[in-house]
């Protein structure tokens, strides 16, 4: 799905909410997930948005063709995620609530 630069503000909702959601984007226009259920919650935001007639998704698996490292590594910073999901552990680790 593309979203024209005349709609950027709409374009940046989808992109941010898309991410939120966990998808990856490995090449303009395209979203994916490993996550199948997660395809109802893409489909929301797209609907949402009002941009289901310039949508489509599918669900399937990767072909004989491509290398899915790759695909991975284009779609997610996984080092990046690795070290906010450190920070994140680390800067929270030990910690005891406040209340019951």
Not at 22 to 29: N, Q
């Amino acid at each position: 799905m593309t979203v024209p630069e005349s709609q950027r503000k709409l374009r940046h909702h989808l992109q941010s909410r898309l991410l939120w959601a966990g998808l990856g984007s490995p090449a303009p226009s395209e979203w994916l997930t490993p996550h199948t259920e997660r395809g109802e919650q893409a489909a929301q935001i797209v609907q949402e948005l009002g941009l289901s007639d310039q949508a489509h998704s599918f669900v399937g698996n990767l072909g004989p063709v491509g290398d899915p490292q790759r695909l991975i590594a284009s779609a997610w910073n996984l080092e990046d995620l690795e070290k906010d999901y450190r920070a994140f552990i680390d800067g929270y680790a030990g910690r005891a609530p406040c209340t019951d």
